[in-house]
């Protein structure tokens, strides 16, 4: 198979899986605003909140990923700063940050972003009868903020379910992509993943998932590509139909 736009690709499917960063969302505001939003905040939450059923899981998520029962909250604040300098994924880290950036975008100081093609696109797919979903290594609590606390309000009337590392595992293992299908209750060749990461495709297609890559000028993974998969610039390059529904668009790519 070779590199290939999505101009002359029709899916038949029921659903969308969508990744945000790099995806719906650019990397560079959650690296910008959201990561240094976290850093400042983390000491209070372990702090203050160390009893918070949430938050004490995570934090003995860290001390097993350490090898440390008995970290206090010093060490476990700079691991999960040394974690934010990586990028890692790691599930705890995911979830502290979702307890932060929930609040921040309650209280009003943060406000997601989406790339300007996102939201009319997800519109009408939600109006043709898709059902959209959201897996994001981010925590569920971050993704509902996130939808909660668009620029054009609450739209999490729009995704039928939030998946993560946590309840779903790993983006780039196949087995992942089909605890998500199961608890859809469809069948993975009806389901469309989303996502600018090939390994993340990669993982869907081997789970019998549909799967696009999206390409964005400025992300990290622009120059990289999506390997063989088929690709699109926007979310208007994508062309869909299903039993529910039609929503279709000219490639952009």
């Not at 790691?90 to 950036?101: D, F, M, N, R, S």
């Not at 975008?105 to 959201?134: E, I, K, Q």
């Not at 993974?221 to 062309?239: M, R």
Request: no cysteine.
């Amino acid at each position: 198979m070779t590199l290939r736009d999505t101009e002359n690709s029709t899916y038949d499917v029921d659903a969308v899986v969508l990744d945000i960063e790099g995806t719906t969302s650019a990397t560079g505001f959650v690296v910008d605003v959201l990561y240094p939003y976290s850093r400042s905040r983390f000491g209070a939450l372990l702090s203050e909140r160390s009893g918070d059923p949430e938050v004490a899981r995570a934090v003995a998520q860290v001390r097993e990923l350490i090898g440390d029962p008995d970290a206090d909250a010093v060490l476990v604040e700079k691991t999960l700063n040394t974690w934010l300098d990586e990028d890692r994924k790691a599930t705890p880290l995911k979830t502290l940050q979702g307890v932060i950036w929930s609040e921040g975008f309650a209280r009003g100081d943060l406000v997601s972003h989406f790339y300007d093609d996102v939201l009319p696109r997800l519109r009408s797919w939600h109006a043709a009868g898709l059902a959209l979903y959201v897996y994001s290594s981010g925590s569920v609590a971050a993704q509902r903020a996130w939808f909660a606390s668009t620029p054009e309000g609450d739209l999490t009337s729009l995704v039928s379910g939030f998946y993560d590392t946590e309840n779903a595992g790993a983006k780039q293992e196949p087995e992942s992509y089909g605890r998500i299908a199961a608890a859809t209750g469809r069948e993975p060749s009806r389901l469309l993943f989303l996502s600018d990461r090939p390994g993340e495709l990669d993982a869907a297609l081997a789970a019998g998932w549909h799967a696009v890559g999206i390409r964005r000028p400025g992300e990290p993974y622009f120059e990289q590509g999506v390997g063989d998969h088929a690709q699109a610039g926007t979310f208007d390059g994508i062309s869909i139909t299903s039993t529910t529904g039609t929503s279709s668009s000219r490639s952009t790519t």
